[in-house]
Structure formats: C-alpha cells, structure tokens
C-alpha cells in the first residue's frame, strides 16, 4: 500500500495534525504516520488518552480541541501543518444514552470550535473518524455508504451531526472532508508495544482476552436469541493499523485535490459472538468461561460494513483480514500489558 513517506508542497514537507492522537486508534495511526518519516503533531486533552501511547517521535500538546486560543496557537506553532485528522470524540454508546449533552458538548460543538479555527488559519482539509452507528439499525446488509443515515443514539446522532457541520462548512468555506464510518475495532501493534486500553471497557474482545488472562472471572454474551447463525450478534472487525493507513490514504485523496467524501471501512466479514469466543480460545490456549446473559437494548442483529468504495477510491487494502490474526496482536498486547499503560489517573 502507497501511503507515501512525505508530502512535499511549494519545497516544504507538510505535516498532519492528529487530534486524539493518544486514544486506540489515533495511536496507531500516529505510529503508522511517524513510521512512513510524516511529521506529526498531536493534540490530547488526555481525558481518555494515554500519554505513553504517543511515540516519541511525534510532537506533543495536551489541550481540548475545543479551546480555541489553545488551537490557535497549535497551528501557529506548526505552520507546516496541512491536514487534520479527528479521532477527539467520546464513543461510548451505552454511556452517551445517560449522558447525551456531554456527547454533543464534546463532539459536536467542539468540531464547531475546531473548524472556525481552521477556518482562519486557513487549513482546509480535515479526515474524520466518524461511525457506522450513523446508520442506526439498518434494512440491508451490508451496508453502504448510500444507505439512510438514521442513528438510535446520541453518541451515532452526534458524529452524524458532526459529518453535517462539514459537510456545510465545506459548500461555504471550502474546507474538504473524508468522513471514515466503521464499527468495531480490534487488535494491536503486533510488537505488542501499544495496544487498547479503556477503563472502563465494554468491548467484547478486550474483556474475552481479559478473562482469558485471569482478570476476569467470565464473559458474558449478550442474548442467544438473536437472527444469526448462531443466535448470537454479528459484527465486523478491523485493525488499527488498517483503520490507520485508511485515514493516511483518505489525507493523500483530500491532498490530491479530491471533494468530500464518506467511506465505510469494514472486514466485510462478519464475526458473532460466539465465534470471536472460540478463536479467543484457539488463540490463547484458555479455557475462557463464558455465559449468556439477557440482551442489551438496541443490539442489531447483525452489523457488517461494505468497504468496496474505499478499496477502490483510496485502495484501501486490509493487511489483518483474519480474526485469528487480529486476536493474536491483542493477545500480545494483553500479555505484555496486564495493567495497560500503568497511568491510570
């Protein structure tokens, strides 16, 4: 995959600005960024973040995007600056169901506060990290890009919010977008060096491995009587590395000129609960005991992404596209990081 090792403009070598660079996927993504020799700047306000997950070889603020003096002296500080990458969003759905003001408080309003910032400095292109859970409970599968957009959550109605603001500042200020929407993300840096760390957690395959690892006594499966196989919820999964090189891709696409865009990004393969289960147990040699527990409330069936537009548009091209592969890099994670990074606040 051509992610290109620098990005030269007018003899000057441009930089990324890389917003929640300290949570899961901003880390790797930043990783990946200082890997292909991009200079990066990263921007967390650390609420969620893990100052050790940031390399070392990326420039450093800790702040809130929404701070908008904050921001402004950012950009003036790093007037290579070229691109936004925002991963700064809270994303918890169950929480954002209690707690709905403080999604659209964080999420949307302050995307309001970061593009008028951009806007006067004159930066005008921006990769979103959006959701899939714009979509709601979806009529087809899988789904695509094209589909109604109608979320059953304040955290999905915030980022849908978020894509709309864009997609209006882009008609009057020119700023071009990617909104990349994806669901579940899994996996680790195969050295096993940065990985996924939440307190709490509530993804399934961090708690699998949890169990596995003895810090947990059981998982426990939400409902067995769902319209699936195997009766349990289906769900796409994807690296962090490859969730990574598409946003370093959806960056070149903007640099190339390109208008605003959405992309799904999906394994395309679905994977219930059951089965994430058994690989766990293939993988890690554990027992892992498991019970099934009552549903959840607004638990689809089943959530698959199609991606088909981002491997032809971008060429996107998913180097962990093997559940058994993605679990193994979590597992190391997991094992070489029983306490995460240690800095729990």
């Known amino acids: 995959m051509d ?6 403009m007018g003899g000057i070598s441009m930089s990324i600005l890389v917003l929640g660079g300290a949570g899961y996927i901003g880390s790797h993504t930043v990783d990946r960024l200082v890997e292909n020799k991009t200079e990066v700047i990263v921007v967390d306000s650390l609420v969620t973040g893990h100052r050790a997950a940031v390399s070392k070889d990326a420039k450093f603020y800790q702040g809130d995007i929404a701070d908008q003096d904050f921001m402004r002296k950012v950009f003036a500080e790093n007037p290579t600056i070229d691109a936004v990458i925002h991963f700064a969003a809270f994303s918890l759905v169950a929480e ?29 292109k921006i990769v979103f990290s ?18 109604l957009q109608k979320p059953i959550n304040p955290y999905g109605e915030s980022k849908l919010a978020m894509e709309k603001i864009m997609h209006w500042t882009d008609l009057a200020n020119g700023i071009k977008f990617v909104a990349l929407r994806y669901f579940n993300v899994a996996g680790a840096k195969p050295d096993g060096s940065i990985g996924e ?35 349990t919820n289906v769900r796409d999964y994807v690296h962090p590395f490859d ?18 865009a959405a992309f799904n990004l999906g394994s395309s393969t679905g994977f219930s609960n059951m089965e994430i289960l058994k690989a ?22 089943t959530l698959i992404a199609a991606s088909d537009k981002a491997r032809k548009i971008l060429g996107w091209k998913p180097q962990f596209d093997d559940i058994h592969k993605i679990i193994e890099t ?3 994670w ?8 240690d800095d729990k606040k």
């Open 243 to 260: 969730l990574a090189d598409a946003h370093i891709l959806a960056v070149n696409y903007l640099r190339e000129g390109n208008d605003s």
């Open 96 to 124: 954002s169901m209690k707690k709905p003001l403080k999604y659209f408080d964080n999420n949307t309003t302050g995307m309001v506060k970061l593009l008028e910032v951009m806007n006067e400095v004159g930066v005008k």
């Open 330 to 332: 979590a597992w190391k």
């Open 130 to 147: 959006s959701t899939a859970a714009t979509y709601g409970i979806p009529e087809t599968m899988p789904i695509k890009e094209t589909d």
């Open 280 to 301: 766990a147990r293939e993988v890690t040699g554990k027992k892992i005991p498991a019970q099934i527990a009552p549903r959840r409330g607004g638990d689809p069936d």
């Open 197 to 231: 760390d939440h307190n709490p957690e509530t993804h399934l395959l961090p708690i699998v491995l949890q169990v596995a690892a003895g810090q947990r006594e059981k998982l426990q499966i939400f409902g067995d009587d769902y319209n699936t196989p195997d009766g």
């Open 334 to 341: 997991h094992e070489t990081h029983p306490n995460g990074y």
């Open 3 to 8: 992610l290109k090792d620098s990005y030269i």
